[in-house]
């Protein structure tokens, strides 16, 4: 199993620009989530998903939105990137919403300028 | 609302010491607790995961505890190596979907 993959690795975006982030797992699970990791913040939920078809709001929510058409794949979507949103993004995906352990994606390193 | 804390931010040791590392929360009403470890510029490994109704669970070198009713959870690594050296991240579930994750031990394993 790869696990959870993400890419790309690194982006850096100018200000307005969209993106994509992808996310993927092969294990099967249910849920998926967002995080984003900052400096003196720790790892906050942006967004999450329960199923294929189903999606959350997390934390973090606003300037992204998310869509869960697969139970392999959820991308994050950056509608108009901000400085704000530079940061560090993680997938991770667990079995379901119960008390299952949680595996993380390698990440991406987003700079927007 | 859940808060997750870690004490100490950071802490360097010789190899060689066991050495604990402690995690807080202020809602004893978890579903689990999962200890993690991340190192520099890369993505979070999962070290254990202690469900609600487990006192303890071991991997190794790695023994973590968790005592619910007081709100706390420790790491306890034996023997720590070089190898070691890493941030390690404590994170609860509460009924819902998030994880609560507190901000971090670095720690550091000096030869």
């Known amino acids: 199993n790869a696990g959870v993959t993400q890419t790309p690795k690194f982006q850096v975006l100018k200000t307005g620009q969209s993106m994509t982030l992808q996310c993927a797992q092969d294990?099967?699970?249910?849920?998926m989530s967002w995080y984003r990791q900052d400096p003196g913040m720790g790892l906050r939920l942006i967004h999450y998903s329960v199923g294929a078809g189903i999606t959350d709001q997390g934390e973090v929510p606003n300037g992204y939105n998310v869509s869960r058409s697969t139970t392999e794949d959820f991308p994050l979507r950056l509608l108009s990137a901000a400085p704000s949103q530079t940061s560090v993004y993680f997938c991770?995906?667990?079995?379901?919403?119960?008390?299952?352990?949680?595996?993380f994606g390698p990440g991406t390193r987003l700079t927007v300028t | 609302k859940q808060e997750v804390t870690q004490i100490p931010a950071a802490l360097s040791v010789p190899e060689g010491e066991n050495l604990v590392l402690n995690c807080s929360f202020t809602?004893?009403?978890?579903?689990?607790l999962q200890w993690f470890r991340q190192d520099p510029g890369k993505g979070l490994t999962s070290l254990l995961l202690?469900?609600?109704?487990?006192r303890e669970q071991t991997s190794g070198r790695l023994n973590a505890s968790l005592d619910k009713s007081s709100g706390r959870s420790t790491l306890y690594i034996a023997a720590s190596q070089p190898g070691d050296s890493a941030t390690y991240l404590c994170a609860v579930k509460n009924a819902g979907n998030m994880l609560t994750f507190g901000g971090g031990t670095r720690l550091m394993v000096k030869p």
């Open positions: 809602d004893s009403a978890i579903y689990n």
């Open positions: 202690i469900q609600s109704s487990q």
């Open positions: 991770a995906s667990r079995k379901g919403t119960g008390g299952y352990e949680q595996y």
């Open positions: 294990m099967n699970h249910e849920y």
